[in-house]
């Protein structure tokens, strides 16, 4: 409800508001007195929330609705003859013009790879940061999460209306086989995939075609790439395999990984390598820029769930020496790399 003077008198009177996915509001209309709806706002905005153009076609007794860019509301003081035009958010002060907060962010502290005046990660069109605490996902009305919906950080970890908590993380799809995850609103680490689900091969599915070493040859293929057969293109000097395998995630392919399948109870192996999987992505520490592990697709499966899980993952440890990891489909051995083999 808003309020109308009217001969030194109040009034009020409903408008109702129409929001896109960051609840900016676009469309502010009322109930006309013949009881259709009359249009008395309409906003554009910059992607940071400045206005582009805005109409009032309210009459003179109407005040313009000053909830606008992610339904905060509009500070528009006259400071000097000119409008201040900032947003409040309640614990600070929001510039569309600059897209920039004008106090630090009070956790600034534990970001400090990023500016402690940025707003929503630098990525207002799907970002909203009304408090600056967490994560929260839009949910539609039965509360399942909305697939492309707005994703916003703010303060508490209860549900909000039209909005589902998802927790201190949060990874983004960048698009092109790239995501994002940030731990609050600092982005932690970046994800590089060179195969999709459908490059996956099976050796329990179609044993016709060979063993894990033959599948992972087609996956490698899938990328682009083709690994040699022959252990003369071995690379058994982990280091220097972590630096080959960087180049092929540079040039988008994958390729073949030797690993030794060792009891996770016991902590037993060969040491001569057991299996064969394909380098399918990699992730990189974005407070560091080291790699700090390789995702995999294990053909030692038949659920091609299992075989691309995300969690298919060989981490870099002692400081480069090791590669070790486990696959989705088992608990019961870690894999411990013993060779890279070279694409052609």
């Known amino acids: 409800m808003v309020p109308m003077q009217y001969n030194d008198k109040t009034y009020w009177k409903y408008e109702y508001n129409l929001s896109d996915h960051l609840g900016n509001v676009r469309i502010v209309f009322a109930a006309h007195s013949h009881g259709q709806p009359e249009l008395m706002q309409q906003t554009i905005y910059y992607p940071y929330g400045m206005t582009l153009h805005q109409q009032n076609f309210g009459g003179t007794l109407d005040q313009p609705n000053k909830m606008l860019y992610n339904g905060k509301e509009l500070q528009d003081d006259q400071l000097a003859g000119m409008s201040l035009d900032w947003y409040d958010y309640g614990a600070r002060f929001y510039d569309p013009q600059i897209g920039r907060w004008h106090v630090v962010d009070p956790h600034a502290e534990n970001y400090y790879s990023w500016s402690p005046y940025h707003y929503a990660s630098n990525n207002p069109i799907i970002m909203i940061d009304p408090n600056g605490k967490d994560w929260y996902q839009a949910v539609d009305d039965e509360g399942n999460i909305v697939q492309g919906g707005a994703v916003m950080w703010i303060e508490g970890s209860d549900d909000i209306d039209g909005y589902s908590n998802i927790g201190a993380s949060y990874t983004m799809d960048l698009g092109d086989g790239v995501s994002m995850t940030y731990n609050q609103n600092t982005p ?8 999709s689900e459908g490059d996956w091969s099976s050796q329990i599915q179609s044993p016709e075609l060979g063993d894990c070493f033959r599948h992972c040859g087609i996956i490698v293929r899938s990328s682009g790439a083709e690994s040699h057969n022959t252990t003369d293109y071995n690379i058994t000097n982990i280091w220097e395999g972590i630096n080959y395998l960087d180049e092929q995630i540079n040039q988008e392919q994958s390729a073949r990984v030797h690993v030794d399948r060792i009891m996770t109870e016991t902590g037993q192996g060969s040491n001569r390598g057991r299996h064969w999987v394909a380098i399918s992505s990699r992730t990189t520490n974005l ?9 995999f697709y294990d053909p030692g499966t038949r659920r091609r769930e299992a075989g691309t ?4 993952q060989l981490n870099i440890g002692g400081e480069g020496t090791t590669l070790t990891g486990q696959t989705q489909y088992s608990n019961r051995f870690t894999y411990r790399v013993t060779a890279i083999r070279r694409n052609k």
């Open 188 to 195: 932690v680490s970046l994800t590089e995939t060179v195969l």
């Open 287 to 295: 407070q560091t820029g080291q790699t700090t592990s390789f995702g």
């Open 309 to 312: 899980s995300p969690h298919n």
